[in-house]
């Protein structure tokens, strides 16, 4: 219209008025769907410079990347590269003016918009030579805009994602955008002067807490950002119901699974040995010898009370729980210990008898063989929501998470999915219990107490289920 004659803008608003319809105006403002080449027959690689605009001094990444890299995967990388936290929307355009062609996202198509979706969309659909660019912004609040340019057309492509150069440290997230970033670095580069404090902060304090540990802006390690980049930037590969929650928490622009499994995929696997499956699966090892071929239960089909203190004894929860223990039904580790082998398959109930089924008494003395058995059962369940909270329970163990943070991450994965208490608008720590969580916790010791830390031989042993295929695991 601005570049339209004051006649010529009477003329056209005039043919809308006339026309009683909006659908001339609505075509000169719909923004057109970016173009796509053919994805070529031969796999190429970019060298590429990231950098942020607007950023003084600059703030930049040097990456090489394989021409095949979807855009989906392009978006972890920029994250991983530059250090950002995945914790808001973005979008990928084709030109520098915020109107330009862009590419949609899951969350796009979530809220019902139409458009080329960015996970189907490869790098080399899009850049072809040297000096191409493509647009990515990041958190629209914030409007953190990067312009990605191609410095060289590689004729191998690189085996993996590399971050070869870069300065500055990534902005802290919700820092206001460019202008709240460059006061906030100005007054870190000083010496976080107390009198002279950048808004919305209320004292240097304030401000310390708020910023990242050992935050500074002139501070950039390219071995960490090449690490990182590398990990995401490869498809995740887990196991299929896994990965049906993964894209359904993502459709609602949540990647907490997603980095779970990152994480996940970026640790050194550790073997389990001998010795540790039989540290492991210790508490089952005593169930079973003190129940030797079996043994009758109460008439209200509890443990007899001898053999309640005695498991307790062994097991370590007389150390520190408080009364007789020696009634399973008032000494729940007990309890949970004789449900959770029974839904292990490793003891059974008939005619008023718990007895150790054909497959323990078999592996009894063969710990790695019972360690083997307890993944092929995993996870545990009866219902849908067992099944859901005891594969989240395997991905946030598997992750290496501390054991104190297991219920409160599978509990924001489980509302993410959609799950709460009935009259309730969350769920409580209860309700996030899981036969799979109970195994999860019994394999790291809970009858000798509360379990802190990590376990490396339980996180490799909720990895294992949780690949591609578990049944390699049995």
């Known amino acids: 219209m601005a570049e339209l004659s004051p006649q010529q803008q009477q003329a056209f608003l005039g043919a809308i008025g006339a026309d009683r319809s909006m659908a001339l105006i609505e075509n000169a403002l719909r923004t057109p769907e970016p173009m796509v080449g053919d994805a070529p027959t031969r796999i190429r690689g970019f060298r590429v410079r990231l950098d942020l605009v607007g950023a003084k001094p600059p703030v930049w990444r040097r990456l090489e990347l394989p021409g095949d890299l979807t855009l989906d995967r392009l978006h972890m990388v920029i994250q991983a590269a530059m250090g950002w936290f995945d914790g808001h929307l973005h979008r990928f355009r084709t030109g520098g003016d ?18 080329v979706l960015e996970n189907g969309v490869r790098l080399d659909q899009v850049l072809t030579g040297t000096g191409d660019r493509l647009w990515y912004q990041y958190d629209f609040g914030d409007g953190w805009d990067h312009v990605l340019a ?3 057309v590689l004729d191998e492509p690189p085996a993996e994602v590399r971050c070869t150069g870069g300065r500055m440290a990534c902005p802290p997230e919700d820092c206001g955008g460019i202008w709240g970033y460059t006061e906030l670095a100005a007054w870190v580069r000083g010496g976080c002067d107390p009198s002279s404090v950048p808004p919305p902060f209320e004292d240097a304090g304030h401000a310390r807490d708020w910023l990242p540990l050992d935050w500074h802006p002139d501070l950039f390690d390219v071995d960490e950002a090449t690490a990182l980049a590398a990990t995401v930037a490869a498809p995740l590969r887990v196991a299929g119901e896994l990965a049906a929650m993964v894209e359904q928490l993502e459709r609602g622009g949540n990647r907490a699974l997603t980095q779970l499994l990152e994480r996940s995929a970026s640790h050194t696997a550790v073997e389990v040995t001998e010795a540790d499956a039989a540290r492991l699966i210790e508490p089952y090892v005593t169930l079973l010898d003190l129940i030797g071929d079996g043994v009758r239960l109460t008439s ?3 443990l007899p009370p001898a053999l309640v203190e005695q498991l307790a004894e062994r097991t370590g929860v007389t150390d520190w729980w408080i009364g007789k223990a020696n009634r399973e039904d008032l000494t729940w580790p007990v309890a949970q210990l ?3 082998a029974r839904a292990l398959g490793l003891v059974s109930v008939r005619k008023g008898r718990l007895a150790p089924t054909a497959l323990a008494r078999r592996s009894g003395n063969q710990p790695l063989a019972l360690w083997q058995h307890i993944l092929s059962r995993l996870p545990v369940s009866r219902t849908e929501f067992d099944r859901q909270a005891g594969w989240l329970a395997l991905a946030v163990v598997a992750s290496g998470i501390p054991a104190e943070e297991w219920t409160r991450e599978i509990r924001n994965l489980l509302l993410g999915l959609g799950w709460r208490t009935k009259g309730s608008p969350t769920l409580g720590t209860a309700a996030v219990a899981s036969p799979t969580l109970d195994v999860l916790e019994l394999l790291s010791g809970k009858t000798r107490g509360t379990i802190t830390g990590t376990d490396p031989a339980v996180a490799a042993t909720a990895l294992a289920v949780t690949g591609p295929d578990p049944s390699d695991a049995s």
């Open 150 to 152: 191609v410095e060289a």
């Open 98 to 115: 915020p109107r330009s062609p862009y590419f949609v996202t899951p969350f796009d198509v979530e809220e019902g918009e139409d458009g």
């Open 300 to 302: 209200a089909g509890y």
């Open 338 to 340: 004789r449900d959770s």
